[in-house]
């Protein structure tokens, strides 16, 4: 098990107090991203402690800026965005003027407001104004304008908000405003008529749609946007962005928590543990560490989330467990998605799975555990040739033998999937995809491919040769590619099309050195 170690570690000290070491002056501007992911091995049985999952970060990511506001607009301190801001109806302050304007609030604190803007989509502004609750009951923000709530981003804010204003024992949390910009493989672009050169803005496209309208590919979007989110006020109100690195653990536990709180359910995590650490090797933790923790606004929340966060009930310590934190693929070797725009029901054939395990435990078991084994045997090859200096004299050779070895456990792995699909009826690799995977297969420099996570009609994941020959010929297949073959659940192929993501192994970062590709944006 590989956990970052407490960067507070002085036990005789007041936890509170500890945390509240971490605070120093803070910025005008935060900006953090955090990645997507592809769970190559281990759907369904990463829902079980007793089994695990390999996930891969990708180089998509979901970036999150944050901006301290005043009420009166006023010439910016210096930071990279300042000039791009002077046309905005509020303006970044220095954290140590006065609010002027600001509004005063039932409890005579000063009005404080969040907007949130993610300007990629239509409509999509959120307004918050900031309460705090009886009762030590947290911090919660209310939506004031009209149009859709949006259940990952609010609940961000109540969970961040309420963390960092008990670890700083502050009441005044200023006024924000928060951007979200998405790289542009986590959405189909269903606006390709008009032109996606003039859309692009920073490497960000203007999707031209609402977020309720957007294709999503499956790229964990929501466990990327609470990460970059939660990372992003933390860091904001609490910590220097240097220290986003130890505080990992932190944050990965407070975005678990968010995220499970928006979703209404608590899933393994994977997703958020990728966000935070980057590919890995993942166990999930267990349920119940997040099951008394109550809602936001409920009294004593705040204490309870601070414990949860921080990690300081005995009775539940975290167990979640991360291994080969930030692995690479092996030299040579890359990784790609293949959207077959179906769409899938993940929670539905969640409930399904799980129930026909329950139903026939000893045969679920025999299965789960031989698929485990398989995809441990890949992990173990995968890592062992990630670590295999491909010097030219055993260059060939070793790339023959990895290719072979990798491809063999990939079709393994399938093959379990299969039987999984034909006893639980549920379409994890549905005869579709199978076609497609087959077909993808043959083509030269193809090492293997698999549905993963949950599978469905979700984007296909391939290793493949790292040569710009193999994603030709595959884009060639692609080029007139529909299935043939009658669906087991109904589906069909009408298009494939290769995304643009890449594995990408790093985990939550840092943006601010980057951030003036945000400018046009803000
Ligand atoms: N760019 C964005 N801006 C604001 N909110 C977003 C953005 N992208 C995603 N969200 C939020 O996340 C929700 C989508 O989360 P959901 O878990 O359904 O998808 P996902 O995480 O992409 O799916 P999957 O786990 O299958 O990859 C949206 O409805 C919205 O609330
Ligand atoms: C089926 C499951 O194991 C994986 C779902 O993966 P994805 O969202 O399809 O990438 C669910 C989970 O782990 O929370």
Known sequence: MTRDPNPFPSSHLQPRYLASLMLVHPPNTTAVSAPGK??????????????????????????????????????????????????????????????????????????????????????????YVVRRCENGGGVKVSQRNEGPRNPFVETSLNYALTYTSYVADSQDLGSLSVTIL?????????????????????????????????????LGSSAALVTALVSALVTHRTMHPDDLV?????????????????????????????????SCFYRRFSPSILERLGEVGSPSFEER?????????????????????????????????????????????????LEWRKQN?????QLWDDLQANNEKLRTELRRFSHT??????????????HKTVRGLMQQSRNYLQQMTAKSEVP??????????????????????????????????????????????????????????????????????MLGVRHGSEGVRNEYQNARRYATWV
């Not at 008529?193 to 960000?204: L, V």
């Not at 092996?330 to 293949?338: K, S």
């Not at 010929?473 to 494939?496: A, C, P």
């Open 428 to 497: 994890i690799e549905p005869r579709v995809q199978t076609e497609l995977l087959d077909a993808v297969s043959q083509v030269e420099g193809v090492i293997g491919g698999v549905v993963p996570g949950a599978g469905g009609y979700d984007a296909v994941a391939l290793l493949i040769k790292d040569d710009i020959d193999v994603v030709i010929r595959l884009r060639m297949l692609f080029e007139k590619y529909q299935s043939k073959v009658e669906d087991d659940f109904g589906g069909k192929i009408e298009r494939v099309r």
């Open 182 to 218: 998405a790289d542009n493989d986590y959405y189909s672009d269903t606006n390709s008529g008009n032109d996606s050169a003039a859309r692009n803005r920073g490497g960000f496209r203007d999707f031209g749609v609402t977020l309720q309208d957007a294709h999503k590919t499956g």
């Open 38 to 127: 592809v769970l190559l091995t281990g759907g369904y049985l990463v829902l079980d402690r007793d089994y695990s999952g390999t996930v891969f970060a990708l180089d998509a990511r979901i970036h999150v800026l944050v901006q301290q506001l005043q009420r009166d607009r006023r010439p910016g301190s210096g930071d990279p965005f300042t000039s791009s801001l002077d046309t905005a109806k509020e303006g970044v302050v220095d954290e140590e003027e006065p609010q002027a304007g600001a509004t005063q609030a039932f409890d005579g604190q000063p009005e404080e407001n969040i907007i949130v803007r993610s300007p990629q989509f239509r409509d999509a502004v959120w307004e």
């Open 361 to 365: 435990r000893e045969e679920a078991d």
């Open 305 to 353: 989330l601070f414990s949860t966060v921080e990690d300081l009930d005995p009775a539940q310590p975290w167990d979640t467990e991360f291994a080969d934190v930030g692995m690479k693929l092996p030299p040579g070797v890359q990784l790609i998605l293949c959207d077959v725009d179906c769409g899938s029901q993940t929670p539905s054939m969640v409930r399904k799975v």
């Open 246 to 278: 130890v505080a990992r653990e932190k944050l990965h536990n407070l975005a678990q928590a968010a995220h499970c709180a928006a979703q209404g359910k608590v899933g393994s995590g994977f997703d958020i543990g990728a966000a935070v650490f980057g």
């Open 389 to 402: 200096r491909m010097s030219s004299e055993f260059e060939s050779a070793a790339i023959v033998e990895l």
